[in-house]
């Protein structure tokens, strides 16, 4: 979710003195912040839960910048945005942090979040909540970003800020594919995060958009988002991380989860309950859109069967267009139509079960039924062959079953008209993933994350 530049004179830019107070250095650093699904909690059904996460899947794709077919030009139909699928709880002011929950996001850089006075505010719990919408008056080291301030300069399509000419301040305006909105100023605060012991670890002057005016489909346990992407106003690019990882627990079991910035300071901190070896795949820079996380993917292979398809057909091409997003806020891997249903026909006729579908219970989803009270059957192996790595998926990573009924079904997606690869975040649980973005390289291994 890339944010549009607002209409603004920002005259307060020929100033030539630009400045800003040091940042604490987070150098050696270890943070950590809880994660939890959007959906936890709210009472949902498993098939509810899926189906959820497969209209999300579909309007997060289609939100992407795209036009047919090539991603990198602004979305010309309106389409639904839908929120991203974990929520991130950061404490924001001093001396007495406030909550806030934002939407984890790779696909974006700002880091903004509801703030009073909220004179247009999406629906939050009423009456609304300090822990959802940030009161800066009640924060000693909460204060404005002045114009000059490099975090307010517009740079290659990354900053979505400019100057307010009545005040002098860093204003932002951020609009989305479905003309959702949000805008207000750039304010600094204290973030307080946990290291891995958990004593708090609090930094100072970190940016973030405080949006007063916020407005479209928006949930009410989101307050904001946090941009995880590769610009500089992201959160791991102000804490000068050199790396940041996740790891996902199964969203049918409602644990939390955890986002790790920073690397641990023990060298086998990554391995910790970790379950099999680190693999690593190059992380590839698209000057077009270069908030995303691309990788090199090379192939798929169903059972035995590795698809027909050329690397070709995955690469990212000159134009910006096609590529192999990486992508926290996509719960299910969305995948060109074309390949989507040769894998679909590969699992059909590898699956030792009849298949089931076109009920309503299941939808348009590729679903197989075994007996009732019958044993787990075992299911054709799914592998994603990336550049030095193969993600060979866990069978809960790509099959959900109702356990009372025996359905089971596929959680990938097709998509018409595109020629991007998304990697969603259902095919990332129980896998400690590591964005090294310090040397350009994507790690991933099988972990316990509910241990993490």
Sequence with gaps: MNCSMPGLVAYALFFTLLFTAPATSTAGLTMRADLTHVDKGRGFTRWELVSRMAARSRARAASLYHR??????????TVVRMPAEYLIHLNIGTPRPQRVALTMDTGSDLVWTQCTPCHVCFDQ????????????????????VACPD???????????????????????????????????HIFKDTFTFMSPNGVPVAVSELAFGCGDYNTGLFVSNESGIAGFGRGPQSLPSQLKVGRFSYCLTLVTESKSSVVILGTPPD??????????????????????I???YYLSLEGITVGKTRLPFDKSVFALKKDGSGGTVIDSGTSLTTLPEAVFELLQEELVAQFPLPRYDNTPEVGDRLCFRRPKGGKQVPVPKLILHLAGADMDLPRDNYFVEEPDSGVMCLQINGAED????LIG?????????????????LLFAPAQCDKL
């Design 290 to 292: 270069p908030t995303f």
């Design 125 to 144: 719990p009423s009456p609304i909540s300090f822990l959802l919408v940030f009161d800066g008056s009640m924060s000693s080291t909460f204060k404005a």
């Design 150 to 184: 490099p975090i307010c300069r517009p740079s290659s399509g990354v900053s979505v800020s400019a100057c307010a000419m009545e005040n002098f301040q860093c204003f932002y305006l951020c609009s989305y594919g479905d003309r959702s909105i949000t805008a207000g």
């Design 418 to 421: 595109t020629t991007m690869v």
């Design 425 to 441: 975040n259902f095919q990332q649980q129980n896998m400690h993933v590591v964005y090294d973005v310090e040397n350009n390289k």
């Design 68 to 77: 047919g077919g090539h991603y990198g030009d602004p979305v010309t139909a």
């Design 267 to 288: 060298p086998d901190g990554l391995r910790a309950h970790t379950t099999g070896p680190f693999q690593s795949t190059p992380i590839i820079y698209n000057p077009l």
